[in-house]
């Protein structure tokens, strides 16, 4: 089973359109959460990290529900510059030595 | 203005060639990690550096090494490139109990 699973998309938005992502994480003792965006053919660059009690930024509002493992991120108001791949990313239990990333969603925002 | 720098960009090379990317970084950070993505999958880590003269293999099996003899650089080296080495390497760093990582732009490697 992969540690962090995501849901590839695309999602295929129409400007102004709410979106939202799920994630799912394997590993219970994990301890920290992030959401990366990568653009095509360019590196991931942190977007947010998720806090348990859910964190907003701007438009972008990421949540954390420890029970079922599973991380969430909305995105309000979308523009055309939101279209890119949202990478889930976890930090893995005690001693762990890296992150984790999901395969990442790919969102399109049409005008 | 990139914090952490990767050359080559791109790279076509041909089979059994020795290569090396390299990897430097302006932040003073003591882990460095090496990751590799093939096109519409995760990044797999390959390997990481908690500092000067520390080197681990990640969880993704790789014929590649790595030195780290500077804090600041990490070079990645593949003694005889084989097509199945196809693929672009990320580099990153974080500082030693920081969660964030910063990424290099990537070397897009092809081997012919």
């Known amino acids: 089973r992969k540690e962090v699973e995501q849901d590839p998309g695309p999602f295929n938005v129409p400007e102004g359109a709410t979106v939202a992502f799920n994630c799912t994480y394997s590993?219970?003792?994990?301890?920290?959460f992030f959401w990366y965006r990568q653009d095509c053919r360019k590196e991931p660059k942190l977007l947010m990290s998720v806090y348990s009690s859910g964190n907003e930024d701007g438009r972008f509002t990421a949540q954390l529900n420890r029970a079922s493992q599973y991380i969430s991120l909305l995105i309000r108001d979308s523009k055309l510059s939101d279209s890119a791949t949202y990478l889930c990313?976890?930090?893995?239990?005690?001693?762990?030595?890296?992150?984790?990333f999901g395969t990442g969603t790919r969102l399109t925002v049409i005008p | 203005e990139a914090d952490i720098y990767q050359t080559p960009r791109y790279l076509v090379i041909g089979t059994g060639k020795k290569i090396t990317l390299e990897c430097s970084q302006t932040m003073g950070h003591d882990k460095m990690y090496w990751y590799q993505q093939d096109p519409g999958m995760e990044l797999h880590l390959i390997h990481y550096?908690?500092?000067?003269?520390?080197?681990e293999k990640g969880d993704l099996s790789s014929e590649s090494t790595v030195s780290r003899i500077r804090t600041e650089h990490f070079p990645l080296t593949l003694e005889s490139a084989r097509p199945s080495h196809t693929s672009q390497y990320l580099c990153?760093?974080?500082?030693?109990?920081?969660?964030?990582?910063?990424f290099g732009s990537g070397t897009r490697l092809t081997v012919v």
């Open positions: 550096s908690y500092g000067v003269n520390s080197t």
């Open positions: 990313v976890v930090k893995g239990g005690t001693g762990a030595n890296n992150l984790f």
């Open positions: 990153a760093s974080s500082e030693l109990g920081g969660n964030g990582y910063t």
């Open positions: 590993n219970s003792a994990s301890q920290s």
